[in-house]
């Protein structure tokens, strides 16, 4: 299994994704119709016309050049389980709205001078009460 730093520092050809030759024509295209200046203007340390200067299409070939090592190398086995579970599973709010929709309730029935231990105890209950059947 090779290492990230490895494969970090070792060459590529950036040109060779898929995409890239058709970016590059058409970036070449709206230089030559924008009479030599480069169309991505926060571009300063990258030579006008290259693909570096476009955050849109940086990213897109950082995307191509993971999916590779991922999917077709199979250089990091794991990282597409850790890439579904950090970057595209969305948190929900649901489980703790839930819990705050039982604490009110629990308010409202007992009044408001529950001790804490009991409020504790009996919010843990109704929102655990099928989770942990007891037969």
Known sequence: ????????QSPFDWNALDGAGEYNDSLASKIRHRGGTAPTPGARDVLPGDWKG?????????WLW???????L???LAFRIVLRLVALIQPSSAS???VFSQLQ???FTCGGNVLEETLESRCFERCNKNDFPLA
């Open 1 to 8: 299994m090779k290492h990230l730093w490895f494969l970090s």
């Open 54 to 62: 476009d955050p849109t299409e940086r990213g897109r070939r950082l």
């Open 66 to 72: 993971w999916r590779i090592r991922v999917y077709e």
């Open 74 to 76: 199979k250089d990091f």
């Open 96 to 98: 703790m709205e839930r």
């Open 105 to 107: 309730l629990i308010l």
